[in-house]
């Protein structure tokens, strides 16, 4: 199935948001301190981890879409819906992080679900809806440890 250079570019966007939040994740793993380190640093492997099977999931779905992956990192980070951080050491503030940027690719993913299946992209639908899927239980447990 090939598909649009516009398509391919939203599954791009996604593929450098997920980038700028992998290592944005690594960085809040390196750098946690306080109360909650021991909890926190094994979340945060945890989920860094998980960003990079999706990555190279993203990579391969655009492949097998007949396009190529974007895999500079100066276009990740014009492309990206997320910015780099700054060091962070708070375990709020880590999980805050977390909660706002996994919104932002609650946002694009919810975008590609719509547009997948108006393609009737199956294979990218099915992506996008277990992606949806994770993020809304993850915000949610996110949430509650924020109290918010």
Excluded at 35 to 53: C, P
Excluded at 57 to 79: M, Q, V
Excluded at 124 to 131: H, I, K, P, Q
């Amino acid at each position: 199935m090939k598909t649009s250079k516009a398509y391919t570019g939203k599954l791009n966007r996604l593929l450098a948001t997920y980038q700028i939040h992998y290592q944005n994740l690594r960085a809040i793993h390196w750098n946690i301190q306080g109360e909650h380190f021991f909890e926190l640093h094994v979340k945060y492997e945890e989920l860094y981890t998980r960003a990079q099977v999706i990555i190279d999931e993203l990579a391969e779905r655009i492949l097998s879409l007949g396009n190529t992956p974007t895999h500079r990192f100066s276009d990740y980070l014009e492309l990206s819906q997320l910015k780099e951080n700054k060091t962070i050491h708070s375990g709020k503030e880590g999980m805050a992080y977390i909660l706002e940027a996994q919104k932002t690719l609650l946002e694009l993913e919810r975008e590609l679900l719509q547009e997948s299946a108006d393609l009737d992209d199956e294979g990218t639908n099915a992506m996008m809806s277990d992606l949806v899927r994770e993020k809304e239980k993850t915000n949610w447990m996110f949430a509650a440890w924020l109290n918010r």
